[in-house]
């Protein structure tokens, strides 16, 4: 699900063919194409783990964690966001432009749920 642009500045981001809008306020920073190992076993949600200045962050795949139609993301770039107190990354296909504003018809990324998607529930 994504939640309706509400004029909040942005990231603007390609996923799957898709620009989405990520808010500043939860945005830490852009990797281009870090080293990501990929872990046997873990959430279709979550794609791998990278190092983050020596925190390890679980990296996860918007499209699967929303549940939206496609191949999934296929991107090397990886944007790390902080939502309800958890720091991950989302593998996007690039980064488009940073927007003053959301634009009419473009969505806001749901990064808490893809959050609950990979990490279950805020305990």
């Known amino acids: 699900m994504a939640e309706a642009g509400a004029g909040r500045a942005g990231l603007v981001v390609r996923v799957a063919g898709t620009r989405w809008v990520m808010p ?3 945005v830490i920073e852009v990797l281009r194409r870090p080293r990501m190992a990929r872990l046997p076993g873990i959430t279709p949600a979550a794609v791998g783990v990278i190092n983050h200045r020596g925190r390890v962050l679980t990296v996860t795949d918007p499209i699967r964690a929303l549940d939206l139609p496609g ?3 296929s991107g090397g770039d ?4 902080e939502r309800g107190g958890r720091r991950f990354g989302v593998v996007v296909d690039g980064v488009v432009e940073l927007a003053a504003d959301s634009r009419l018809g473009m969505d806001t ?4 749920a893809v959050a609950v998607a ?3 529930e805020p305990s």
Do not use: I
């Open 78 to 81: 990886v944007v790390v966001v």
């Open 118 to 120: 990979v990490f279950g």
């Open 71 to 73: 191949p999934g993301a």
């Open 24 to 26: 500043f306020s939860e």
């Open 109 to 112: 990324l749901d990064l808490g």
